[in-house]
């Protein structure tokens, strides 16, 4: 998914002659720390909460900020939305204008844009239990971990990697579309694969039932 098509159309734009009060009340009102300083439809910088907050008179006008509006992060309509999720997660956003090659401004990702858009590809709203897999960078082969699941007639609906800084070791999420996962547990550990985590709705349900049974035999003694 590109960046052009996660623009929200709803967020508004701040002007030079707005005061620093006008743009507090604004990011307060759409739950934002940022907001895009826009000028004759072309993206001037991003405007901080903290760089007001700083301000010794919050009815300054935005053209007349002592920081002259240095901070412009953006990124381009034609940009895979990845690279929208790393500029989040680097500098720290809660938006991100998007702009033409021209500079001319389009509107801005927000967070729970972005937030939404990587729940769908990583498969939440699918029923499905998850499967954290813990193996050596060397011995990392998708493809096996996809023929072992295929084998258990399980589908993989989203596969995610992240390494372990205490281990070195690669940490594998699986999100499948079955809910019991014993079985391909079985099948992974056979073939030497460390589970490290395995959460299913179905677990879920034998662990409060466990617990259930405990207390009512603890009641009855």
Known sequence: MLAQELISTVV????????????????????LTQLPLVVDNKYASLVEEEEIMDWEDPDLLLENAPNNHT????????????????????????????????????????????????????????PGGLLVL???????????????????????????????????????????????LQGL??????FNYTIKYMFSEELEEDLLKKNYDLLMNYISM
């Open 12 to 31: 508004p734009v701040l002007n030079p002659l707005d005061t620093g009060a006008k743009a507090l009340r604004l990011m307060n009102e759409f739950h």
């Open 71 to 126: 901070f412009k992060p953006a990124v381009f309509e034609g940009a895979h939305f990845y690279e929208a999720l790393k500029l989040f997660y680097d500098l720290k956003l809660s938006a991100l204008p998007v702009i033409t090659k021209e500079n001319e401004y389009l509107g801005v990702i927000t967070k729970d844009n972005l937030l939404a858009i990587l729940a769908q590809y990583n498969g939440v709203k699918e």
């Open 134 to 180: 813990e193996v050596e960078p060397r011995d990392y082969s998708l493809s096996e971990i996809a023929r072992i699941a295929e084998s258990n007639e399980v589908t993989l609906l989203s596969v995610n990697t992240i390494t372990n800084p205490n281990t070195a070791k690669l940490e594998v999420l699986l999100k499948t579309n079955r809910l019991e």
């Open 185 to 190: 547990v079985a099948t992974f550990e056979r």
